[in-house]
């Protein structure tokens, strides 16, 4: 269940303080914190996870064990833009992107193993007679 967001228009930097609040939680509670997150990149990150979900619902897996097992947000493009500057100069102004990879997987609940009634052994058994 994976899901990708190219070239999204904010720095890696900014978009890396929403990614690691989410990382490693439930689906349902990353949607929640996300709806009242104050940060730019939330919205997107949200719509990145519901495809994530979307295409998980697609393989046939249960949503409610989805948990967020890797975001990881890596460097884009960059694009360079001139700023006019004093005495006819100009400062470089760079426009940074970001790449988003989102990775969803299923929770595994350990099943609890019943406790073993070991039986005395025959041969035992028939010493003691």
Request: without cysteine.
């Amino acid at each position: 269940m994976k899901a990708f967001l190219k070239n999204y228009r904010q720095s890696p930097r900014k978009v890396r303080l929403v990614a690691g609040l989410i990382r490693g939680k439930n689906v349902t509670e990353a949607i929640a914190e996300l709806d009242f997150l104050a940060k730019r990149a939330g919205l997107p990150i949200k719509k990145l996870l519901l495809s994530a979900v979307a295409n998980a619902k697609q393989m046939g897996i249960e949503t409610d064990n989805l948990f967020i097992k890797e975001l990881r947000v890596d460097k884009g493009i960059v694009m360079k833009r001139m700023m006019p500057a004093a005495m006819g100069s100009g400062h470089r102004i760079n426009k940074r992107t970001s790449h988003l990879n989102l990775l969803l997987a299923e929770k595994v609940v350990p099943v609890k193993k019943s406790k073993v009634v070991k039986k005395p052994h025959v041969a035992k058994a028939l010493r003691g007679k």
